[in-house]
């Protein structure tokens, strides 16, 4: 069956120090996108991509950066954690045309 | 830029009621969708249902519907009959063609025996 999984499921690193969230998905889609969610905030948008060699930013992208250098990966790389990006991450999947997304479970980072 | 906003920070029901969550939104375009996900504590999202705003027909899923109302630019959920699995975090989203959806802040749904 077709998935997406992020890793890992919980991290915590220190201030500072640079960190790589993954995110893999088998479902063949093209649209990609990392949202952060912080209490009182929903989900917020920090970076997504259209398809290989394609990232845009989203509302919250300064500190975070991502590439794509095929379908089914798209890794959110924190420069220099802050404790302000203390958070849940999650990844999402989609085909183009207004369909709904397939999420992964999570990345639960806290900054020390 | 569009935006969602979820009114109701907190709703409850009592088991096997129906209970409605509110939702509107903010846009100039006329071609867009729109979504309701719930996050159990897992933390999950799940996608629950989805409205294409050039369909009048309000979209059903099982025990769960939608109120569309296009020039109020609102999209309520209502939930029916409903169960103690029902008891989540519901996020109203919206998207258009593009594919990046901007989501409202959630409404806590409990749900009691």
């Known amino acids: 069956d077709a998935e997406i999984t992020q890793s890992p499921r919980h991290k915590i690193t220190e201030t500072g120090r640079q960190v790589t969230l993954a995110c893999h998905q088998t479902w063949n889609h093209n649209n990609m996108f990392w949202y952060r969610q912080d209490l009182g905030h929903g989900l917020r948008l920090i970076h997504y991509s259209y398809g290989v060699q394609d990232t845009n930013k989203g509302e919250v992208s300064d500190g975070y950066s991502v590439s794509r250098s095929n379908t089914e990966d798209l890794p959110l790389t924190l420069e220099s954690a802050a404790s302000s990006q203390t958070s849940v991450y999650f990844c999402?999947?989609?085909?183009?045309?207004?369909?709904?997304?397939?999420f992964g479970s999570g990345t639960r980072l806290t900054v020390v | 830029a569009q935006t969602v906003t979820q009114s109701q920070p907190e709703m409850s029901v009592q088991e096997a009621e129906t209970v409605t969550l509110s939702c509107t939104y903010d846009?100039?375009?006329?071609?867009?969708?729109l979504f309701w996900y719930k996050q159990p504590p897992s933390r999950q999202m799940i996608l629950v249902i989805r409205?294409?705003?050039?369909?009048?027909q309000n979209a059903t899923e099982n025990r769960f519907s939608v109120n569309f109302q296009k020039a109020a630019k609102s999209f309520s959920l209502k939930i029916s009959d409903s169960q103690l699995g029902d008891a989540a975090m519901y996020f109203c989203a919206y998207n258009t063609n593009a594919g990046k959806s901007t989501f409202g802040d959630g409404t806590t749904l409990t749900v009691k025996p």
């Open positions: 409205q294409e705003a050039y369909k009048q």
């Open positions: 999402a999947s989609s085909d183009p045309g207004g369909y709904g997304y397939t």
């Open positions: 846009t100039s375009e006329s071609d867009y969708y």
